[in-house]
């Protein structure tokens, strides 16, 4: 069997297999598509193709579509050459529960796959096309925190950046760069409306990718690139909006274990691929079965019936308190919080991590203890059953196979988000941050991972970062085994505010980390005894 349109074909082979297939006529909706595009999305990994793709089949099966999704890629090009095209754009969803079920499903939903490379004469004047199409009503991205930042720690622009500002539009390259360019070109066919929508795990996503999106338009007014009515366009909240949103799926990386089940059943080419970015990506996705998506509803040229596929469509205020639920409480905190720790102590797996009675604790502190009391109830979602549900339900999940390390990716890009919330909370209503434990346990950790070494002393290697080099270099001199080697290294980290989104020494918790990392630092399982320590 081949995950193709063509192989798709051979139900009776699927249906034996376990395999559901796409109740429409999945040809028929590409070519609808391409023909007048309703919906484009920009970072097309895995939880876009199982989750957002996953919404959209439902919305076909339904009939309350009748188009897909145009897939653009900025970043990793191989993805749609190697993933993409050669399975006519479908998706082997995986579904692992919690039991030990598995679904799995083919989407049908994406249907096409665009390269957003200005430097690639068909596949820019392709997306300029779907971009200048009046009928498109929604551009939506999955493209990680890192995808919407324009500058450094020192306030200075990234080098892709000042590319796309000193080149243009017509020779765009990051994200931001290219949404913009795009935004030119619909401008100037029309000016037709359009809602942008952010879908990654940053608090106030809207906000930010509007201000970024911003940024680089009035950079470009500046140096001669566009005029002040394109500029106009984009602020214009009746035309351009970014609405927020709140996304939550756990998508490890493809599963091996996966990839041998699916091949045993009898379909073929299911290998997982790694592309020269390090993209872990596979014809499958695999997933847990809880997903929560919470969009504000702002679409000034028409919207799909997201809500008939569970979406909650809502007002910005009930979308940022879910949000800050998931992201500076309920979930992401917990992630990173632990993950570093798993690492030290040598759980490949982060289901297996949940059971050790230290990081439980640790997670309990940060989620129950520090989090839940600042956190605001979205009315839609219940904090206290959303939390119960990721640390005793979703967490210890043994079948989704998500390891720490991956959950230790860009953690610097996260820190001011994840624990600079709930700090920030802490310091308004008491005045400092003093009452935090696990937070500071969670910073600490983090410092003490970056060594390289684990809790047993041996090398350990690290996630990527974009920060590393940075990090590095501020901690020159702290060694593992000699906590006398920290002197004054965390000064310039632990003030920084682009990092932590304050200053942890002018919330009172500063000297508490430094005191935690030295204790961490004493040598050969002194990482499990401070989390002992302090948590009791």
Known sequence: ?????????????????????????????????????VWVHFGVGNIFRIFIGGIVDKLLAKGFMDRGITCAETFDYEVVDKIYKPFDNLVLAVTLHEDGRVDKQVLGSLAEAIKAE??????????????????????????????YALKNPAGEYLGYVAKDLANGPDKAIGAMGVVTAMLLARFKAGAAPLALVS?????????????????????WLANGFVTEDFLAYVKDESRITFPWSMIDKITPRPSESVCKMLTESGIEDMQIVVTSKYTYIAPYANAEEPGYLVVEDSFPNGRPPLEEAGVFMTDRETVNKAERMKVTVC????HTATCVYHCLFGYEMFADGMHDPEIAKLAGQVGYKEGLPVVENPGILSPEAFLKEVIEVRFP????????????????????????ETIKAYVAR??????????????????????????????????????IPYMKEQLAGLAFGKPESLTDQLKGVLSNETLFGSDLYAAGIGELIEEMVRSELEGPGAARRTLKKYLG
């Open 1 to 37: 069997m081949k995950l193709t349109y063509e192989g798709i074909k051979e139900k009776a082979a699927w249906e034996a297999a376990g395999v559901a297939l796409p109740s429409y006529d999945v040809t028929a909706v590409a070519e609808r598509t391409k023909k007048n595009p």
């Open 118 to 147: 200005s430097a690639n004469a068909a596949e820019w004047a392709r997306l300029t096309e779907v971009f200048t199409d009046p009928g498109l009503q929604m551009v939506s991205f999955t493209i990680t925190e890192k995808g």
């Open 199 to 219: 879908m990654d795990n940053v608090s106030k996503n809207g906000k930010k990718l509007r201000e970024s999106v911003l940024e680089m338009a009035e950079a």
């Open 331 to 334: 979930l992401n905190p917990i």
């Open 397 to 420: 999940n043994p079948y989704l196979g998500d390891t720490s390390a991956r959950i230790a990716v860009d953690i610097s890009q996260m820190t001011a988000i994840r624990f600079g």
């Open 430 to 467: 008491f005045g400092d941050a003093k009452k935090l434990v696990g937070i500071p346990l969670a910073i600490a950790g983090w410092i003490r991972y970056l060594l390289g070494v684990d809790d047993a002393g041996n090398p350990m290697e690290l996630s990527p970062d974009p920060m």
